[in-house]
């Protein structure tokens, strides 16, 4: 028998429900239709079509103003906004497949939890058991500015709450035994009423009576999806998540990392093959060898050119303004002036690099796992890298995001990574956390 070596394939939709592509080549209407449903449809239904198991929608509750201390990087060039409301678009796009994941990014510090379990409840029943929660605990203090907060909580805190907070949403969740509704007509019960019971959760951070107002949901407990790169994030991560994703630009570092995320599962009592941890890749594909060389030269060239654009991103995760400094200085010489209290472990993985290497060189990328060639090329890349890293899947993360690009993945490499039996062919499971257990 043939070792099954299916790898799982999730896809970051990178600037939540948001202006994808309005000015490449390919951008087709994105500058002016982005706010209505149908390319958001028409991309679920892409990933549907190659068996992706989920897709997340990112989410951040601010306008950045991070570089130069000035919005207008990010509003020019439309970085990170506007967007509009994660669950909402999560909903659009369920109601458009049948069976695709769909994780929306929901930040601990900005719902109340009753209000966060009700909403995926509600989500896991309109989409018969499709939905997740992307657990996140924020980083910007503009967000927190954004909800009556001086600033974010410390980073350790965060998570701290970020625990208590998942295991109301799962008490919550539980609160109706999965046998509550009978709809007996001849009895005239509706639902068992010492079947919906209370929680009264009172925690250092939060409180709620319970029970939830929405019936049970199809998966019980919807899938929870957390990227924990710190210490005490991987910590969580391993505690609570069914999919983690993280970024890891070599086999090697993938291997470090999952090997950590098992080791702490294990430790914590879980058996680690429930996580399945989804390393963020960035393809260039072309129809040749050299095609597919030539688009990835000409972003690293559009990079270096651009640092501003690089340097803004990095604004917007960890609130520094990284505009005062000459793009060309050693990390050396400036690597300890930068501390965040936003994402630290991608601070550390970008600041990471060797002391010659320059702010305009962090700023030009390479975060992710970056295989370049024709789609058979880079599935062969892909299969020796999750082979040496032992790695559970890809989350793709793709700019620009227009349909074109789309279908390069969904029809171009998927196929390939079929052949190789290295991704589904249909999927295994009607519910999400189903399919995620399945291999
Ligand atoms: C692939 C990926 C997607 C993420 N998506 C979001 C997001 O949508 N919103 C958010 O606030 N943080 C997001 N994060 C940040 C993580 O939740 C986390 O804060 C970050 O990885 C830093 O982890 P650390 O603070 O444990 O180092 C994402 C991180 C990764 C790697």
């Not at 970020?162 to 009978?182: C, F, H, N, Y």
């Not at 069914?242 to 599962?265: C, F, G, H, L, W």
Request: aromatic content about 8%; proline content about 6%.
């Amino acid at each position: 028998m043939t070792r099954d070596k299916r790898i799982h394939l999730a896809w970051f939709l990178g600037h939540g429900f948001g202006v994808s592509d309005w000015r490449s080549p390919w951008h087709g209407t994105g500058g002016h239709d982005w706010m209505r449903p149908d390319f958001h449809q028409d991309f679920a239904r892409s990933l549907e079509r190659a068996c992706f198991d989920y897709l997340i929608i990112e989410d951040s509750s601010f306008v950045c103003d991070a570089y130069g201390q000035s919005s207008e990087i990010y509003l020019s060039n439309a970085m990170t906004v506007p967007k509009h409301d994660p669950a909402v678009l999560a909903s659009v796009m369920l109601l458009a497949t049948r069976r695709l994941g769909i994780v929306p990014t929901l930040t601990v510090t900005e719902y109340p939890p009753f209000l966060l379990a009700r909403l995926v409840a509600t989500l896991d029943g309109l989409s018969a058991g499709r939905a997740g929660w992307n657990i996140v605990t924020g980083s910007s203090d503009r967000a927190a500015q954004n909800y009556g907060k001086d600033a974010q909580p410390p980073h350790d805190l965060r998570y701290d709450m970020a625990q208590e907070m998942t295991d109301l949403v799962k008490q919550l969740w539980g609160s109706w035994e999965p046998d509550s509704i009978r709809a007996d007509i001849a009895a005239g019960v509706f639902a068992e009423h010492t079947k919906v019971n209370p929680v009264d959760f009172s925690g250092t951070y939060f409180t709620s009576r319970g029970p939830l107002n929405t019936a049970p949901s199809p998966q019980g407990r919807p899938a929870l999806v957390q990227a924990g790169g710190s210490a005490r994030g991987r910590e969580f991560a391993a505690r609570n998540a069914d999919s983690v994703i993280a970024s890891a630009n070599t086999p090697e570092m993938m291997k470090e990392y999952r090997d950590d995320v098992r080791a702490r599962a294990a430790a914590a009592g879980r058996d680690p093959d429930e996580i399945k941890v989804l390393f963020l890749v960035t393809p260039y594909l072309g129809e040749t060898t050299a095609e597919a060389r030539d688009r990835k030269a000409r972003h690293d060239d559009e990079a270096w050119q651009h640092p501003e654009r690089g340097l803004a991103g990095m604004g917007f995760i960890t609130d520094i303004d990284f505009s005062g400094y000459d793009v060309d200085t050693p990390l050396g010489q400036l690597r300890t002036t930068f501390s965040t209290n936003g994402h630290q472990s991608s601070l550390a993985l970008r600041l990471g690099k060797g002391e010659q290497t320059t702010l305009r060189e962090v700023a030009a990328g390479g975060y992710a796992f970056e295989p370049v060639g024709t789609p058979a090329e880079v599935a062969d890349q892909v299969d020796a890298a999750m082979a040496e890293a032992g790695g559970d899947g890809l989350l793709f993360n793709v700019s620009p995001l227009n349909r074109r690009t789309i279908a390069e993945i969904t029809d171009g490499l998927v196929p390939e990574l079929q052949a190789r039996g290295l991704s589904r062919t249909r999927y295994d499971h009607p519910h999400l956390r189903g399919n995620l257990r399945a291999f």
